[in-house]
């Protein structure tokens, strides 16, 4: 037996909640709860059985054991419910695993598969929940590495001896910067574990060489220093682009008061 995952990203948080009610569910669902549907029917499925979707609300969605024309028509199909989802092509950030049930195996598990002895639907929500936070991540990283890409520029102006940078954009960039570090926290969770990892100690073992060989936690890190690091730039910048301005304030100061003299002398002069 052989389940195959599709994990992708979209923009921003989904909320389950609300998509439940569009599509005439009355349940609630917590933070590391997700939406498991049917993604033919979009009925919800109790138990991995078949193909299936999972949908998480910190913004990721992971089919179980679908086509690739499977997936393209589910997404064509729910983004009249959800905003952030799009057509497949426009999902830059995927993540594929495979995992083989095989009982004359012993369990091994790498970066892109798995063999276990038996099948267990806690193992496969756990597999879930993990690429489904992986490719959240990659999100960001891409995010922040673009916000990179802009500081080099204007540090590259800098250099030069320019400063050009309006006070909407540097809130914007501070925005933006600050934004990684609470979708990291409070949306990703990537610190926390699923609930059934703290009563099932094998889920609690998946769980833990699962994040580690997606290098969750190094990774969380990486975007933690990176969001610092570009916030002390950004205070730099917010430093030197106010320096500028009192300095261009005290010239006009000074200018005018140069120029209030000279009527004076000039009238002065008249009289």
């Known amino acids: 037996?052989?389940?195959?995952?599709?994990?992708?990203?979209?923009?921003?948080?989904?909320?389950?909640?609300?998509?439940?009610?569009?599509?005439g569910?009355?349940?609630?669902?917590?933070?590391?709860?997700?939406?498991?549907?049917?993604?033919?029917?979009?009925?919800?499925v109790p138990s991995a059985n078949g193909e299936q979707a999972y949908l998480y609300y910190f913004g990721g969605v992971v089919f179980l054991n679908c086509s690739a024309d499977l997936i393209a028509r589910f997404l064509d199909a729910?983004?009249?419910?959800?905003?952030?989802?799009?057509r497949r092509h426009q999902f830059p950030f995927h993540e594929e695993y495979r995992l083989e049930i095989d009982p004359q195996r012993e369990t091994a598990i790498a970066n892109n598969c798995a063999v276990m002895p038996r099948c267990d639907p806690t193992f496969l929500?756990?597999?879930?929940?993990?690429?489904?936070?992986?490719?959240?991540?990659?999100?960001i990283e891409a995010r922040i590495d673009q916000v990179f890409d802009e500081v080099e520029v204007l540090i590259a102006k800098l250099a030069r001896g320019k400063l050009?940078?309006?006070d909407r954009d540097m809130a914007r960039m501070a925005s933006s910067i600050l934004s990684f570090k609470f979708t990291s926290i409070a949306h990703i969770m990537v610190l926390d574990k699923p609930e059934i990892?703290?009563?099932?100690p094998q889920a609690d073992r998946l769980y833990l060489t699962m994040a580690g060989l997606f290098e969750l936690n190094q990774r969380y890190l990486e975007i933690r220093h990176k969001s610092e690091t570009l916030l002390d730039m950004t205070?730099?910048?917010?430093?030197?682009?106010?320096?500028?301005?009192?300095?261009?304030?005290e010239w006009i100061i000074i200018i005018l008061i140069a120029i209030e003299i000279v009527l004076y002398l000039l009238e002065l002069f008249r009289h």
């Open 78 to 86: 729910i983004q009249g419910h959800a905003g952030q989802m799009k």
């Open 125 to 139: 929500d756990i597999i879930c929940f993990v690429i489904a936070k992986s490719v959240a991540l990659e999100r």
């Open 197 to 200: 990892t703290w009563d099932d």
């Open 164 to 166: 050009e940078l309006p």
């Open 235 to 249: 205070g730099v910048f917010t430093s030197l682009s106010h320096a500028r301005r009192s300095a261009r304030l």
């Open 25 to 44: 569910m009355t349940r609630k669902y917590r933070w590391e709860e997700p939406m498991k549907l049917n993604p033919v029917t979009f009925a919800p």
């Open 1 to 23: 037996m052989e389940f195959l995952f599709n994990a992708y990203a979209f923009d921003g948080e989904l909320d389950l909640n609300r998509l439940a009610q569009k599509l």
